[in-house]
């Protein structure tokens, strides 16, 4: 069993999958069932009937509630055991469970597994380009990845793997060792944020972009910011343009990563990626969900589960010793806010941030230099 | 390793597996071989050869013996080692193994896994509908469940599930709750059994009734009484007749439902049902096992699958703290009673009953009022 | 995990199976990449960046090289990392990993896990007829056995299984009984090896002989001879010829048999067997694959997994109380001198012969005479 934060909201699924058809789904180590009441609201409760432990997600709906498919105890969306049957359909508060608090933004059920009392909306990162169809075209996936769910942020926040594992996102004519010279890097930390900024200036945009786009192989001002929030929400801000010309003008892929642990060794996946250009062209759909799959799926996924296998069943790669390069920095800042945060939240103060400017910096230059 | 009831009768096989081909059985966490002599007895050894451990059941019959497949090491079928060919063929005392105490009855091949010396065939619960084939028309099924034995019995002993999970057993016109309040229930419990009656007046049958024999859907008397013995046999007397005629002269569907543990979490489930009505009618046959394999197959196997991947890898539902039903009394009763017979089996008191009407009465008090 | 014998040479491949494409291999436990260099030379390094745990087996050879295909370090034959291109390429001391030292001969490649420094290739046993194509034709295998490798040398070391597990082996109108009384056995013991002699006189070739060469089914004289050689390697002289004749003018049909751990409960097994006539015959290629394959892959190895499913979790069977038999002189030899050589090494001294012929003969008159 892992240890997880749980004062935080997680993605749960897409707002599309929870539907009046019981979904199961294992967060956090926790069965759990989602459905949605007659109005729409999305419910989610501990999908395990207390009485004689039946996946309540095998009952049914019955209005509002849901009906054990054994011996029909029937629980309202709180988790209230609101009617036994086998006592003329009184309520048996002995039998309540848990359930989750919800909220559904960006096309995602949001989930906060901690205190309900704590919740707090405004704490979830701003997608607002998952919210704007007028402007922008958003493609969606859900990866179910054999690792530990901080391995998938790992993989975002250095993107120095991009020229070895993705070789079609390489430029036309550049070495992978011109790409990593040709980019700056840095790395900003708040105490409940890690932000990894890459741009580069003067090379060509990559071989998809001029592919699908039209842009010419000229040299291009490209960036790759990464805005990471616990415990493993990326705001993923991809861009190319030309000198003298605004952001919005050259081609913008904003994207949301939202990893969320199933086991400690298992997590889900979900990806949300929007575009400025050719918004209603079904063909760029098809090929940048082209691109999304052999990247993600054929690429970062069979590798995070190669390192995993490396790793057996433990889920902490800092607790197995591994060499840290500079380029890590953003990688091991996350891991070691989340790691404090979590640290922080069992001890009891929940809800406190991590750890101080001063503190991270400390931490930062642990990171051994080569 | 489960612990397990030794001293008592468990079924290992129907007749017709047991033949002059090796069976590979593992019973009680125990892997044991079967096969029948030259006259027909049936034998149990252990299926693992003390030489090398090869299993017994790859090896071949030399008339009432059996050979290892690996070295021709010879045992017979009391599991000694009557023959070792690389020593002139003599006996190797060091090399005996366990043999088991078996005894066929009802169709079934018995084993009592236990001292033999205590093996009492009287305590075999009496299924007299198995043996008269002039009154009765019997069908057998095997199901290999992957939840522990007493899953299943529970399953049996608190038959208000059927509305719920075993929808085709309705009868027309009435609701689940109609038909759980027009049931009265009660439940009986010796030192070594636990009886759970339960009548139904004023319904019609229910439908399957109905389509194969014709009743017509009119206020019937039906029953369903259950006697449980240790360590999980049922004998299930199942009828349904109208005001004024004998039960004889109605549906009877008596059936022996015999759980055997293979691991913790898996059992062997063998069931028999005999009809009195069309016995010679092979469509009734059809219909009838149709009825049986969608209940227990596709209903109640699923189910109590689905419970144990819940409780993970213990057998005992207890120890999860479930929350119980005033209808959990004929399970609950039952799985104390084989606790504290096992309790006294480890405590040396072998063969005693497990605890007097008092303390069961007690013990009944405990179960959680709702 | 095992506890294996670290300073000794085991079989990692085939020769045809290292090339210029990294192949994973897990042996002893430890994940293991295998290339050759440019010059031909093999190369065996862990297969693990210990920057982010990635299997090198799915990077790309540069040159001499291996670069990881996650970040892109290189590290070259020796285990040094060479490059990190994020670093200006410079070398990173702190990443090197450890390589193996290995040697190719008779169409192996063989590993030494221990110290590189004590790795001497006369310790190699000699299987000459697997370097003279002008005398012997060749036919190699390669089994992944889901058992403990001595598994697989104990099957070997005590033929007597033959009759039992390989009827295609019999002699025409010779029963097992005959066989076993007219082999002559001894068995022989050196502070690195253990020598096991089957000799029979008087009765004709087998089956497969007679078939293959045309050999008359008369009275022939036929040796089985083992050299065994530690962890689990075995020399198998095997050859069939008649009175006054030259064993060469016989069928001679030596083969090497080498086991490595993988595993403690799973291991690969190599085996080349070579014979002197119709060497060029490509039929009589097929048929000797047929009688290899059959005793080795569907009798062999399927009663070695049997055995090992019966063990469960752990390797040593002398662990688990085994009743043996004077047959069993060999493999109990083996068995104890790499287990003495075992506890050395871990003591410390490494390279000293684990016991004394004197000790050794105590050690055999411990085996159960029955």
Chains 1, 2, 3 share one sequence.
């Not at 199961?24 to 109005?39: G, H, N």
């Not at 993989?155 to 079609?168: I, K, R, S």
Request: charged share 20%.
């Amino acid at each position: 069993m892992g240890l997880y934060l749980k004062n935080c909201w997680y993605v749960a699924a897409f707002t599309d999958e929870v539907t009046r058809t019981p979904l199961a789904r294992k967060l956090l180590d926790i069965p759990m069932v989602f459905y949605r009441k007659e109005d729409g609201t999305p419910v989610a409760l501990v999908d395990r009937c207390p009485h004689r432990f039946a996946p309540l997600s095998i009952g049914r709906l019955v209005g509002d509630d849901i009906e054990c498919g054994y011996h029909g105890l029937r629980f309202d969306c709180a988790g209230k055991c609101v009617s036994n049957p086998h006592n003329a359909g009184k309520a048996l508060s002995a039998a309540d469970i848990e359930s989750f608090t919800l909220f559904e933004r960006y096309g995602f059920v949001w989930i906060w597994p901690g205190e309900a009392a704590l919740a707090d909306t405004a704490t979830i990162p701003h997608f607002p380009y998952l919210e704007d169809d007028s402007t922008w075209r958003v493609l969606r996936g859900h990866l179910e990845v054999k690792g530990n769910y901080q391995l998938v942020s790992d993989n975002l926040l250095d993107l120095t793997h991009a020229p070895y594992l993705h070789p079609g996102f390489k430029m036309p004519g550049v070495t992978p060792e011109q790409q990593l010279a040709a980019t700056t890097t840095s790395v900003e930390k708040t105490d409940r944020s890690v932000h990894y900024y890459r741009h580069r200036n003067g090379l060509p945009p990559n071989q998809a972009t001029i592919d699908l786009f039209g842009f010419p192989a000229e040299p291009a001002i490209s960036r790759t910011h990464m805005h990471w929030y616990p415990p493993a929400l990326i705001d993923f801000d991809n861009g190319t343009y030309f000198e003298g010309q605004a952001e919005m003008d050259g081609f913008c892929f904003p994207q949301a990563h939202c990893m969320t642990p199933e086991t400690e060794i298992t997590c889900h996946y979900f990806f949300a990626a929007a575009r400025n250009l050719k918004i209603d062209d079904p063909a760029i759909d098809d090929a940048l969900r082209g691109v999304l799959n052999t990247a993600f799926r054929t690429q970062d996924e069979p590798m995070i589960e190669a390192v995993q296998s490396r790793m057996g069943n433990t889920g902490d790669i800092e607790a197995l010793g591994p060499v840290m390069l500079k380029t890590d920095a953003a990688p091991v800042m996350a891991r070691r806010l989340l790691k404090q945060m979590i640290a922080d939240e069992q001890a009891g103060e929940i809800g406190q941030a991590g750890e101080t400017g001063q503190a991270g910096e400390a931490r930062q230059a642990e990171i051994a230099a080569e």
